[in-house]
């Protein structure tokens, strides 16, 4: 006796072929957007060029030789994961994944803000001395565009007090610590500097290791975010320690260059 299967061919192939058709039809789409899809992009070139002897003893002749080029682009920020906004999380950035694996909201659920680029080249050619010159200025972002390249997870901005606050708690241990360690931590939370010329040889880091060079650094710390008076209140240290952080976490960091111009000669023999 013949076993005959209840499901057909064309029953296991319907989610690929058209059943009034019979033709295929395009294979399923991720439900979820990946880390770098872009759901829109519009992009294009121009070029415009003006020949030699370009409208000859007119006011527009200066134009012969000139040429120009330009790109665009703009297209949608790419997808990523939000963090829960918690002390965990401070310093998750887009892409880079959530703490303990929890997220907030949908996977890839949030996307950077639109991607928007325009560039232009512009030429123009002469003699000088029978050597062929083109002078040239080429302008990166011309409209000086912003674009965020990547964000705090966990506030889906550049910012992010929670992760200041860590940077600066961790600092502060750092102070207190050195300073125990050589007798300079004071009642209010300051540091009591030595003075300048011979007050360091004998400072020492958390360890009691000879760290002279600590010394200077918090001397001209104190001087630059404080009074100079040789004590590095609570507050200076604060002031140097959200310095530092913005330094290397500044609002900058997370975004793409401004415009940028530059101008050359090219020089053909």
Request: aromatic residues 12%; proline residues 5%.
């Amino acid at each position: 006796m013949l076993f005959r299967s209840p499901f057909s061919l064309f029953d296991l192939g319907r989610a690929t072929v058209d059943q009034l058709s019979g033709q295929g039809l395009p294979p399923p789409q991720a439900i979820l957007p990946t880390d770098q899809s872009r759901p829109h992009t519009l992009a294009g070139s121009f070029a415009l060029t003006f020949p030699n002897d370009w409208k000859a003893g007119t006011g527009v002749a200066w134009l012969e030789n000139v040429g120009m080029f330009t790109t665009f682009r703009f297209a949608s920020g790419t997808a990523f994961t939000r963090c829960p906004d918690n002390a965990d999380n401070a310093f998750a950035f887009s892409g880079s994944g959530c703490a303990n694996g929890q997220i907030a909201g949908d996977l890839n659920g949030a996307r950077l803000p639109m991607l928007k680029e325009f560039d232009m080249r512009v030429t123009k050619g002469f003699g000088l001395g029978g050597v062929d010159v083109t002078a040239y200025v080429d302008v990166r972002n011309l409209f000086n565009f912003t674009n965020t390249l990547f964000v705090y997870s966990s506030t889906n901005d550049v910012r992010n007090a929670e992760a200041v606050e860590q940077q600066w708690l961790s600092d502060f241990r750092g102070f207190e610590g050195e300073a125990l360690a050589n007798g300079a931590w004071t009642a209010d939370e300051a540091i009591a500097l030595p003075p300048a010329n011979g007050g360091c040889h004998d400072w020492v880091d958390q360890a009691t290791l000879p760290a002279s060079p600590s010394c200077f650094y918090l001397i001209r710390a104190e001087q630059r975010y404080g009074d100079g008076d040789r004590v590095f209140s609570s507050a200076e240290q604060r002031a140097a320690s959200e310095a530092q952080f913005f330094s290397g976490l500044g609002v900058d960091v997370f975004r793409g260059p401004g415009r940028d111009l530059r101008l050359g000669l090219e020089l053909n023999f």
